[in-house]
């Protein structure tokens, strides 16, 4: 009888166990799921904002969206979302004086000559270009494109989720500087130069050699001037002097 009553207790707890485990694993599912949701509307909600924002350029950016729909490349459409839902405030600034300040940087590296003209000028006073109002749908899917090229080519890449990619790989621009199709630059003059040089799956170390060939080839961060940021072609320009 004692028995009996020891097993029908085991049995008890085991049935309480098992529907105890049942139960936080619906809640963690059913949490996962509202936070998911959450993060989707939102989404939703700034790409909408970004699409309004744009007013006739509206077209331009939906373009993308439907580019990639219709390839049926869930990865890339969500890049696209992605650049599209953080695109609102992102801006570069209308400058007439831009190619006399380039030329005053360059003569700083080529003559070590300061132009004092520009210590202080005040380039935030200037009218801002809103991407949103301009960007055209060839330059995000070609951007698109390059910066899925580059996170495939190397070994490192494997080790950047999706997210990390988003954040730190897939932008097209990192401040104010111009609008610029950078990349096709880029992946043209440099990859080379690091495929001969970079041969282990370690990151820090092709970021080591870039900046070494950078810092060989003469170039410095600029704080002679009080000056708008320089986009990534005049950057390869001055290394190219």
Same mark, same amino acid.
């Given at each position: 009888?004692?028995?009996?009553?020891?097993?029908?207790?085991?049995?008890?707890?085991?049935?309480?166990?098992?529907?105890?485990?049942?139960?936080?694993?619906?809640?963690?599912?059913?949490?996962?799921?509202?936070?998911?949701?959450?993060?989707?509307?939102?989404?939703?909600?700034?790409?909408?904002?970004?699409?309004?924002?744009?007013?006739?350029?509206?077209?331009?950016?939906?373009?993308?969206?439907?580019?990639?729909?219709? =390839?049926?490349?869930?990865?890339?459409?969500?890049? *696209?979302? +992605? $650049? /599209?839902? %953080?695109?609102?405030?992102? @801006?570069?600034?209308?400058?007439?004086?831009?190619?006399?300040?380039?030329?005053?940087?360059?003569?700083?590296?080529?003559?070590?000559?300061?132009?004092?003209?520009?210590?202080?000028?005040?380039?935030?006073?200037?009218? =801002?270009?809103?991407?949103?109002?301009?960007?055209? *749908?060839? +330059? $995000? /899917?070609? %951007?698109?494109?390059?910066? @899925?090229?580059?996170?495939?080519?190397?070994?490192?890449?494997?080790?950047?989720?999706?997210?990390?990619?988003?954040?730190?790989?897939?932008?097209?621009?990192?401040?104010?500087?111009?609008?610029?199709?950078?990349?096709? =630059?880029?992946?043209?003059?440099?990859?080379?130069?690091?495929?001969? $040089?970079?041969?282990?799956?370690?990151?820090?170390?092709?970021?080591?050699?870039?900046?070494?060939?950078?810092?060989?080839?003469?170039?410095?961060?600029?704080?002679?001037?009080?000056?708008?940021?320089?986009?990534?072609?005049?950057?390869?320009?001055?290394?190219?002097?």
């Amino acid at each position: 009888m004692q028995n009996k009553v020891i097993k029908r207790a085991t049995m008890i707890r085991r049935n309480l166990g098992r529907k105890l485990y049942v139960v936080i694993c619906s809640t963690l599912l059913i949490m996962t799921l509202q936070l998911l949701s959450s993060c989707t509307l939102n989404e939703d909600r700034c790409i909408e904002d970004t699409l309004t924002f744009a007013g006739d350029n509206r077209q331009e950016l939906e373009r993308v969206l439907s580019y990639y729909e219709d =390839k049926r490349d869930t990865l890339k459409w969500k890049a *696209a979302r +992605f $650049l /599209i839902a %953080n695109m609102k405030d992102k @801006f570069s600034y209308d400058v007439p004086e831009l190619d006399s300040i380039r030329q005053a940087m360059i003569n700083v590296k080529t003559l070590n000559v300061v132009d004092k003209r520009w210590r202080g000028f005040n380039y935030k006073q200037k009218l =801002k270009i809103y991407d949103a109002c301009v960007i055209t *749908a060839d +330059f $995000l /899917i070609e %951007n698109i494109e390059l910066a @899925f090229e580059s996170w495939q080519r190397y070994e490192w890449g494997k080790y950047y989720s999706f997210d990390k990619f988003c954040k730190y790989l897939l932008p097209y621009r990192i401040g104010d500087e111009p609008l610029e199709r950078w990349r096709v =630059k880029y992946r043209d003059c440099y990859v080379p130069l690091l495929d001969s $040089l970079y041969r282990v799956a370690d990151v820090i170390e092709a970021t080591s050699i870039m900046q070494n060939y950078a810092e060989h080839a003469g170039y410095r961060y600029c704080t002679d001037f009080n000056v708008p940021h320089q986009g990534a072609l005049f950057f390869a320009e001055m290394l190219d002097r």
